[in-house]
Structures are given as C-alpha cells and as structure tokens.
C-alpha cells in the first residue's frame, strides 16, 4: 500500500474500519488463501463448498470488522469464523457426519496453516531477490539447476544463496515475535 513495509493485521483493520476500500482489498488477499485452505484442507470441502464457505467468511467479516475488540487478533478471528461457518455447512447439509472431523487434526492443520501465513508475510519484507529464489525452492519445488538457469547463476551458487535468504527470514520472523511456534519446512 505504501513505502515497503507490510501494513500489520493490526493496521490493516484499523484502515478498513476507516472505508479504506484498498486495504479491504489488501485485508481480503492477505487472508483468502488461508480462509480456503481451512475450508479445502482442514475440513476437506470439495472446491465449490470451499468457495460457498469463502464468500461468506468474507462477507460477514465486511459486516462484522466493526465487532472485533482487538484489531491484531483478526487472523483468530477469521479462522474461528471460517471454522464456525463449515461446521454450519456440514449440519446445514448432512453430506458429511461431524463424527468425521477429528478435532485434533484440525487444529493442528490451523496451525500448520498459520505458520504457513506468517512464513509468507515475513518472505515479503525481504529483498525481492530472496522471495523469488525461495518461492522457487520451496513453493515451486525447483531444483537447483532450475533455478540457476532463471536467475542466470551457476547451480552451486543456489544453496548458498538459500541459505543466507533463510537467516534473514529468519532474523525477520525473531524480530517480529513470528517465532512463538517453531518455523518447520
């Protein structure tokens, strides 16, 4: 939105209370992966349930923002809304029995989910040239020589460049208190 600091959930909601229609905008990128991958992972939603459940997360959080005591706890918030709203789906349909769900393996998928969030928001206050060579690593599951052959650098070169895009990810979650729960890859 501006400068190259990423806005925090925090201020992100404050601008939205705000009309701010760019950072809903913002508000709606920042979460939609997660809000579906709690729907398609963690409760195994085919992908039009997915979708249903995903419009209707975002559309009572427009309608409810208002409602959040703690603008920084938004992502709890959108996730127990989002957890709220396919149990509805599940009962509402009687597709699938709730006896299915195992509670456990839910939250653990939360927090694997969460994790993956933070990792993201973290990856964008680094350097593009280290987003790019660790999307290609991780998300893209490029090799090595793959990724050499993009960016133009010898193979060997790719590890090192890994590692040291990694200490600053690192140091950036540290500095964040994003290391509350350990970072696994």
């Known amino acids: 939105m501006e400068g190259s ?5 925090k201020d992100l909601v ?5 009309g701010d229609e760019a950072a809903w905008n913002l508000l709606v990128e920042r979460f939609s992966r997660y809000v579906y991958a ?4 963690g409760f195994r939603f085919a992908p039009q349930d997915a979708e249903d459940v995903f419009q209707d997360v975002f559309a009572r959080v427009y309608e409810q923002l208002g ?6 706890a938004v992502r709890p918030w959108i996730a ?12 509402s349909a ?6 299915d769900l195992d509670p456990e393996g839910f939250e653990d998928k939360l927090a694997e989910l969460d994790d993956a969030l933070a990792v993201r928001e973290m990856m ?3 350097p593009e040239s280290c987003q790019e060579i660790l999307d290609r690593f991780f998300a893209r599951d490029e090799s090595y020589k793959t990724i050499g052959d993009a960016l133009d650098l010898p193979a060997g070169t790719i590890a090192s460049r890994i590692s040291r895009c990694l200490e ?11 290391h509350d729960r350990p970072v696994t890859g």
């Open 14 to 18: 404050a601008r939205c209370r705000g």
């Open 80 to 91: 127990q809304l989002t957890r709220r709203l396919c149990i509805d789906r599940l009962r």
């Open 5 to 9: 600091t990423p806005l925090t959930d």
């Open 124 to 126: 964008a206050a680094l």
């Open 67 to 72: 409602n959040l005591r703690d603008d920084g």
């Open 168 to 178: 600053k990810l690192k140091a950036a979650m540290e500095d964040s208190g994003a």
């Open 38 to 41: 709690i729907c398609s992972q």
């Open 94 to 99: 009687r597709e699938a029995p709730t006896d």
